[in-house]
């Protein structure tokens, strides 16, 4: 069995900084909402249909989880960095061209899409643990995307609005959107194994 690895002061402050970033943002993003006009349960609400924000959430949560125990196991710790850093990667990639935020939302996309995804992956190279990673690890790290798909398209399917183009069968149609997740999903396994074998090298 992979023990957790054990963080120093620094590295335990690194991932405290990590923690409060996530949680900072989606605060903000929060605080944004309602000056919109909407309800807390509504903004909430709104803001968990997005894969961009339930990794924030996840990000904040794991490292703040990391803070207190002072160490984490390279499975987790690597395929929350390949969740993350194609959060920003497919919005920079499919969506960034046609979103225009203004005022507190530009820190917020800037944090959610490019900051976070950032740091998690300095931490992942700097500090994370990565003995005992393989290649089937990026196969089980799939379930979360592919989880969200099925989540996504579910409560599309019920109220009519979809979090993404590529996921709105409407827009896209069926084909396209399989397509798409398709796609992103060897993108996601390819990251994945990237990861793996720069694991194995470092290790």
Not at 5 to 17: K, M, V, W
Not at 38 to 67: C, E, H, I, K
Not at 101 to 112: A, K, M
Request: net charge positive; with cysteine.
């Amino acid at each position: 069995m992979t023990q957790p690895h054990r963080f120093s002061t620094f590295e335990t402050l690194c991932a405290l900084l990590i923690a409060l970033c996530a949680f900072g943002t989606l605060t903000l993003q929060t605080s944004v909402d309602l000056g919109e006009g909407r309800s807390l349960p509504d903004a909430l609400w709104s803001q968990a249909r997005y894969f961009t924000n339930l990794m924030v959430l996840t990000v904040g949560l794991v490292f703040a989880v990391t803070t207190l125990r002072r160490s984490t196991t390279p499975g987790w710790i690597t395929a929350l960095t390949v969740w993350i850093v194609l959060v920003g990667a497919v919005y920079h990639a499919l969506l960034a061209a046609t979103h225009h935020p203004e005022g507190l939302d530009i820190t917020v996309n800037l944090f959610q899409h490019t900051l976070i995804p950032a740091g998690v992956l300095l931490f992942w190279w700097l500090f994370a643990p990565k003995h005992g990673l393989t290649y089937t690890h990026p196969a089980l790290w799939l379930a979360c995307p592919l989880g969200y798909v099925g989540y996504a398209m579910a409560r599309g399917a019920s109220d009519g609005t979809y979090p993404y183009f590529f996921l709105n069968p409407v827009k896209t149609g069926g084909i396209g959107v399989l397509a798409y997740v398709i796609g992103l999903g060897a993108v996601f396994y390819l990251s994945g194994a990237a990861l793996v074998l720069i694991a194995r090298r470092k290790g």
